[in-house]
Every structure is written in structure tokens, then in C-alpha cells.
């Protein structure tokens, strides 16, 4: 979850003067706690002013800028990405970084201060990382394509303001597509060529965007029909020529830079996204323990399945070992995914899923759900598909929480062969689909937001929604689906006990993957080896979290590394609590306090347990 504004987010020139001065010196805790609320405020909105793409998902529409008083409306800005916009907006965080430190040192806030205190520093270093050794705003295209994707995306589906008003904000940002595109080219020096194979991909899926949706979206309208037809055909100029120099020439430039982190940069990084004390070392080895307590329990589910499903085989008595427990769990893996939706009706298997998960939920006390009935369930922005191949959660804006929480399923292109389609298809089966619904939606990702878009104050709501921990949040919806199975989810179906330890298994093993990869020199095909015959993936699943691990380091991780984290906390608050411990008690609590490291939520709930 953490918002990576690096390279992907222009800088608005703004003043920061007023916010220099000298560090407060024995400020008492109220007045500390006040003037925190003042600048983290600020921070914030200056901070999304700098990318308006990003302000529009957060919900931010509006910005004074201090220098001239005058009202930006963000929505219909797109951001400058040009050499000096970065450099400034560096300079920027650099002096933010100051200034929480002089104005409001940690020592002097509150426990709940002192929380968003951290997440807004580990925010700032995460920035300077990025800006001073990773740089991905000079090495991946998919930076750039991604943030222009969803710029002209937000608006379609925020209803911030009549449709009208939204659509012109829209054509503004495509007016301003050939300058932001030429920016972009003017930054990128070199790249790895995965990051141009996406970023070409993905902006198919931009040239789409203008082409088909918006261009539909403004044909029964005379004024904003001329608009389109004056600004669009430069922009789909802009687009289809950044494609064709991502392959005619970035692709072809020499570097010695790849997709690999290295082991020095990656636990830096790794270090910032998990914000506790785990290295990536320790996550590895725990992770590769886990992985073997998975398969034999597996091994002990699938038994019995086989004998019914293959009474013939003598569960292959003739293995043994790794051999004997691949073929007997892959076996009845295989016969389990032979129960699977249609390529077309992906959508309404969600949907229906989603009906009995939350009757569930409320039969079992799991978890309080808030009253905003405000979940859609939408395909995939294509512009998103390269990082969403399968599914993914687009939450309310949490400045305006009333607005749609989204759902993506990604369909199955119609281009895709039929073997691939099936592929596919087997992997994400009935039994998987709705653990899928429960990560991503009920009660997982959807639920966790929604408790998230009630914090108070404000400040304190944007801070954890904007730099929240991510292992927070992908645990949270791994642990959840474990507690849910535990409570006898599809009615204690050991299809779906199986299907789901191999779900298990893959979360497990994202970590193995990711550490071994970006730190160890893992190959492409060890990697789709390890996923295929330890963790039961079929080939169109393993190619596509390839591809992802080279996408998004240190994200994989969040996974294993959140959820071990989670039963940690529950562990001692259950224990803290006695015979008064109730699952949606703690749920609600812990949910409450909105994305959190580990350490900083289990200190806040156990002081006011």
C-alpha cells in the first residue's frame, strides 16, 4: 500500500518557507499533538499536489497553491514529469524530512502521533531511496504509462462532480498527454526489457482508453465531443509514438542495470515496506519452513481425495518422498480444477461468490461490515493489467469514502489461445475464486478500507491510507481467509481446505521467490520450476508472477510477512484479553486503527485493551 510519488508524481512549485522554523522546545503534548495534525495536514495535500494523478485517487479535487492563492483543480492537471519537476520535488521531501523533526520530534507526540509520525518518515525515506538509488523514474517505462492510465481512469468512475464537469477534466489531461509523454522520454536513459514488454502492453491499454471508452463517453454531447475531437488525435499520436520509441530505441540502449535489486538496495527497500525488524534473510528461511509444514499438510488433506478420486493409482506406493507427495496433491489439485467457470463468466462467478461470503460474515460474527453498500465489481483497467493480471482492489477515495470501492477481475482477452485461456482457468477454479472474493473484497482488502475510511482525525485517516504498511494489508487478507476457513467456510469442504493451502503455499512462496530473485540470482526457470513443482502453480500462473517479481520488489513478501505478523498480534491480545476475547472485537480494533507496522498497532491496542 505504500504510494510510491517518485518519478510517477510532478511538483507544483510550491512554498514551504512558512514551515521552516526552528525545532519546539518543551511544547506540551496537546499543543505538539495539534501542530503534528497542522503539518502532517500539509504534508499531505502538498505532497498530493504534487502528482494530480494521485490526488484524484485519494480524492483530493482542489489545491490553493500558497504562492498565488490560486484554486488548481487537480483532476484537470496532468503531472510534469520533466527533469527539474523532479529534482524539486526531492528537494522537497528532503526538507519535509527536516521539518517533522524540528516542528514535532517524535519524543513529544502521543502514542497515535507518534504511529503516523513513523509511517510519514518511513514515507520520506522511501521517496529519497527511490530518487537517490533505485530510480526507477530513469529505468522503468511502466512508471510513467501506469500513472498516465490512471489519470484518465479516475474521473470515469469518482463521481467527485457531474459527468459533465468529470469528462472536461479528462480532456484536459489529454490535452496534456504529448507534453507528459515527451517528459517521460526526456527522464528515461535506459532499461531492463521487461519493463518495456509491459509498458508497450500496458499502453495498448491507454490508447484503448482514449480511443474507445472516453471517445463513447463524450459522443452524445455536442460541446465535449469538439473538445475530443481537438485534443484526442494528438494524444493518440503522443501514445502510439512513445510505443514505438520504447521498442525502436529505449529497449535497444546498453546498461548494466536490471530488473535484480541486488541484496544491499533490496533490504533497504525491504526494510521500508515491512517496517518492522524482519530481514529478508529471516523471511526467507521461515518462509522455506513453512513451505514444507504445507505440503505434508496437504499431502494428509489430499489422501483420502485420492483414494476416492483415483482408486487405481495405490497412491502411487511405488514413490516416494517429494516425488510421491507432488504427484498425489497434484493429482487431486488437477481433479478439484476441473470444476471451473466458462472464460466469459469470470464476472458473475465473483459476483455470485460474493453474495454467500458476506451472509457468512455476519452469521459468524467475523468482523463488523459498515453500512456503505459502495463495492463494484469492474474488469481490470487494461492500462493495469501488467501488475492486476488476475484481480485486484481499487478502494473508495479515503477523502471521499462514500464514493465506489472497485473490485477488478481481469477477463481473459479474447486474443488469449484456448490452452493458455484453460490454463488460467484451471488455476483460479470455483473452490479458488472465492477465496479470491474473500482476499480482495469480504472481508478481506474492501472490508479492511472501509473500517480504514472512518478514522478520525482526518490527518490521522490520510496518513494511514495513503502511506499504510502493506504487510498490514496483504496480511490482513491472507489472515482473514485463514480464520474464515477456520470457522467453516464452504462448509469445512476439504476441496476448498486443499485449494486454499495451495493458495497458502503460493503466498508462502511469493517470498521465497522474491528474495531469491532480486538478492540470490534465482533464473527464470528455476523460479517457474520452484513455482510448478514445490507450490503446484500451472505454467500460465508461474509466467505471470514472473513477470511481477521483475515488476514490483518487495512486494511479494508483504504476504508471508503480514500474515505471521498478524496471528502474532492475535496471539497476545487474546492472551492479553482472557475469556473476554471475541474474534470481531479484535477485528473491529485492529481494523480501526487503519494500516499500521506490526509494532506500532499490537503497542496501541494492547494500551487501551
Same mark, same amino acid.
Given at each position: ?11 507544483? $512549485? ?38 494530480? $494523478? ?16 490560486? *484554486? ?21 521531501? =528532503? ?36 530518487? @537517490? ?12 504509462? =501506469? ?28 490535452? +496534456? ?17 521487461? %519493463? ?24 452524445? @454531447? ?29 529497449? &535497444? ?68 518422498? &517429494? ?13 478439484? +480444477? ?13 459476483? @455470485? ?19 456503505? @453498500? ?7 483497467? =487494461? ?26 477481475? *481481469? ?8 490452452? &493458455?485461456?484453460? $490454463? ?60 474464515? !476457513?477456520?470457522?467453516? %467456510? ?8 486443499? $485449494? ?19 538478492? !540470490? ?20 500462473? +508461474? ?20 500474515? !505471521? ?27 480501526? =486503527? ?14 487501551? &485493551?
Amino acid at each position: 500500500m505504500k504510494i510510491s510519488l517518485l518519478c510517477t508524481h510532478a511538483l507544483l $512549485s510550491l512554498s514551504f518557507a512558512a514551515y521552516a522554523a526552528g525545532p519546539s522546545q518543551g511544547v506540551p503534548a496537546s499543543d505538539a499533538g495539534a501542530k503534528f495534525a497542522q503539518l502532517s495536514e500539509q504534508f499531505i495535500h502538498e505532497t498530493l499536489a504534487l502528482s494530480p $494523478s494521485l490526488a484524484s485517487q485519494a480524492g483530493y479535487h482542489k489545491h490553493v497553491d500558497p504562492r498565488t492563492g490560486a *484554486t488548481l483543480e487537480l483532476d484537470a492537471l496532468l503531472d510534469d514529469v520533466s527533469a527539474a519537476g523532479l529534482a524539486e520535488q526531492r528537494r522537497v521531501y =528532503e526538507h519535509w524530512h527536516d521539518v517533522f523533526r524540528k516542528e514535532t520530534p517524535l519524543a513529544s507526540l502521543s502514542a497515535e502521533d507518534a504511529a503516523d509520525w513513523r509511517l510519514i518518515d518511513d514515507q520520506i525515506g522511501f521517496q529519497l531511496l527511490m530518487f @537517490d538509488s533505485i530510480q526507477d523514474y530513469r529505468h522503468n517505462p511502466t512508471v510513467y504509462v =501506469e500513472l498516465l492510465g490512471g489519470a484518465l481512469f479516475q474521473p470515469l468512475t469518482d463521481e467527485y462532480a457531474p459527468r459533465a464537469v468529470r469528462l472536461g477534466h479528462i480532456l484536459s489531461r489529454i490535452a +496534456a498527454t504529448p507534453r507528459f509523454l515527451e517528459q517521460a522520454r526526456s527522464v528515461l536513459v535506459d532499461s531492463d526489457p521487461i %519493463f518495456v514488454k509491459v509498458a508497450v502492453e500496458e499502453n495498448e491499454g491507454n490508447l484503448d482508453l482514449i480511443q474507445e471508452t472516453i471517445a463513447a463517453e463524450v459522443k452524445n @454531447d455536442a460541446s465535449l465531443k469538439a473538445r475530443y475531437d481537438q485534443v484526442a488525435p494528438a494524444a493518440v499520436a503522443a501514445v502510439k509514438s512513445f510505443s514505438q520509441w520504447l521498442d525502436a530505441d529505449l529497449a &535497444k540502449r546498453k546498461t548494466d542495470r536490471t530488473w535484480r535489486l541486488g541484496k544491499e538496495l533490496y533490504a533497504q527497500k525491504f526494510r521500508l515496506v515491512m517496517e518492522t525488524k524482519v530481514t529478508p534473510e529471516q523471511a526467507l528461511a521461515d518462509a522455506e519452513r513453512v513451505i514444507a509444514e504445507t505440503r505434508a499438510e496437504m499431502l494428509q488433506i489430499a489422501l483420502p481425495l485420492h483414494k476416492q478420486y483415483f482408486p487405481d493409482h495405490d497412491e502411487h506406493a511405488a514413490l516416494s518422498g &517429494k516425488e510421491r507427495e507432488n504427484t498425489i496433491i497434484g493429482e487431486v489439485l488437477g481433479k478439484i +480444477a476441473d470444476d471451473h467457470p466458462q472464460r466469459g463468466d469470470l464476472m458473475q462467478t465473483v459476483k @455470485d461468490d460474493l453474495a454467500g461470503i458476506r451472509q457468512f460474515i455476519v452469521e459468524k460474527k467475523i468482523v463488523s461490515l459498515k453500512s456503505r @453498500d459502495n463495492l463494484k465489481v469492474i474488469p481490470t483497467p =487494461e492500462f493495469d493489467r501488467g501488475i492486476f493480471s488476475v484481480a485486484g482492489f481499487h478502494g473508495a477515495p479515503p477523502l471521499d469514502p462514500n464514493g465506489d470501492a472497485e473490485f477488478w477481475v *481481469t477477463p481473459i482477452d479474447p486474443k488469449t489461445p484456448q490452452d &493458455k485461456a484453460d $490454463s488460467k482457468l484451471r488455476e483460479y477454479n470455483n473452490w479458488v475464486l472465492k477465496w479470491l472474493s474473500i482476499h480482495e473484497a469480504l472481508p478481506g482488502h474492501y472490508v479492511q478500507a472501509e473500517h480504514a475510511n472512518e478514522i478520525q482525525p482526518l490527518s490521522r485517516r490520510l496518513v494511514r491510507a495513503l502511506y499504510g504498511n502493506g504487510a498490514y494489508a496483504e496480511g490482513w487478507a491472507e489472515y482473514i481467509a485463514q480464520v474464515m !476457513m477456520q470457522e467453516g %467456510f464452504a462448509d469445512h469442504d476439504p476441496r476448498y481446505h486443499l $485449494s486454499y493451502l495451495k493458495i497458502w503455499l503460493r503466498a508462502v512462496g511469493n517470498t521465497v521467490l522474491d528474495v531469491r530473485m532480486h538478492t !540470490m540470482g534465482m533464473t527464470d526457470q528455476e523460479a517457474l520450476d520452484f513455482m510448478m513443482k514445490d507450490a503446484f502453480q500451472t505454467r500460465a500462473e +508461474a509466467e505471470g508472477k514472473l513477470q511481477r517479481a521483475k515488476l514490483s520488489s518487495t512486494q511479494l513478501p508483504t504476504y508471508f510477512v503480514g500474515t !505471521m505478523d498478524w496471528w502474532r498480534v492475535r496471539r497476545e491480545y487474546q492472551e492479553a484479553k482472557g475469556k473476554d476475547f471475541t474474534l470481531a472485537e479484535f477485528h473491529d480494533r485492529a481494523l480501526d =486503527e487503519g494500516a499500521l507496522p506490526v509494532p506500532l498497532l499490537m503497542d496501541l491496542l494492547l494500551r487501551k &485493551k
